[in-house]
């Protein structure tokens, strides 16, 4: 099962993240200042499945008080308020096709004029093509949009192995909710909860072939945004193989480093 994919092909990002990660990125990075005088601005956060990018995207909104811009969330809200995007989605979306650029695209915009993004903001499953990449780009650029300032893009990166085994590793409880890994944070009893004893479960798409296809649909959907933020050199890698604490150091550093060499290019 395991051979069933070639590993460096699903997990290209490995050699690039070397150089930045693995001899200790205080070094070779500016390290965030504590306070709150640095503005994130617009980020990009990019995560394979597993990696923990949901957490890490919480401990930003935390530290610098912006929001997390998730297209998932957009819709959701859109079709709540019955505004005219939010009904045009939910018609498309019955029929079983995807919601077009265009109507998420004007979502996004409408988002980004709200007054809580004036410090940054971090997107979530957007900008998902090229298409729509460029858009925000340039839709950003105009002053009206606050922060001035150009989205950047950090991807957490894990090794194939490591992710695989947190998700096919993962049981739940289903009395008190509790997550283990019979890896990394076993419990006491095998299969059993340590708080009151339930018995544990396994979510039904924690397996390995789920995981290679939601690998695949992640590394085909990123690739030319990547290389779209890449190009204009406002991507970097954050090291995701190691504990919460450190990765979120290696994200704030990557931030940090891209946003001194954005602001610079813009001459602001
Ligand atoms: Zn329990």
């Not at 019955?94 to 903001?121: C, F, H, W």
């Not at 059993?192 to 004893?197: K, L």
């Not at 695949?216 to 604490?245: C, M, S, W």
Request: charged residues 20%; aromatic residues 6%.
């Amino acid at each position: 099962m395991t051979a069933s994919l070639p590993r460096a092909a699903v997990f290209a990002g490995d050699e690039v993240g070397r150089h930045d990660t693995l001899n200790s990125n205080s070094a070779s990075h500016p390290t965030a200042p504590a306070d709150n005088s640095f503005l994130p601005g617009p980020v990009l956060l990019l995560g394979a499945p597993g990696v923990g990018k949901g957490t890490q995207a919480q401990l930003l909104v935390t530290k610098y008080g912006i929001p997390q811009i998730s297209t998932g969330d957009l819709l959701r809200a859109n079709k709540a308020r019955g505004t005219e995007l939010g009904l045009k989605a939910q018609s498309i979306m019955s029929t079983g096709q995807l919601v077009p650029d265009a109507i998420v695209n004007e979502m996004v915009l409408n988002r980004l004029r709200e007054k809580d993004v004036e410090r940054g903001y971090i997107l979530d499953g957007y900008p998902r093509t090229l298409e729509q990449a460029k858009f925000l780009d340039e839709t950003i650029a105009d002053p009206e949009f606050l922060p001035r300032l150009p989205v950047i893009a950090v991807s957490i990166v894990a090794s194939y192995d490591q992710l695989l085994q947190r998700i096919t590793g993962r049981r739940i409880c289903a009395t008190c909710k509790s997550i283990y890994n019979i890896y990394t944070n076993p419990p006491k009893v095998d299969g059993i909860c340590d708080c009151e004893g339930a018995p544990l479960s396994q979510r039904s798409d924690d397996t390995e072939p789920v995981f290679i296809q939601r690998m695949k649909t992640f590394e085909e959907q990123t690739a030319p945004v990547i290389a779209h933020y890449r190009a204009l050199g406002r991507f970097e890698e954050a090291d995701g193989n190691q504990d919460v604490e450190a990765v979120s150091a290696a994200v704030e550093a990557a931030l940090f480093h891209l946003r001194q060499q954005a602001t610079r290019e813009v001459g602001a």
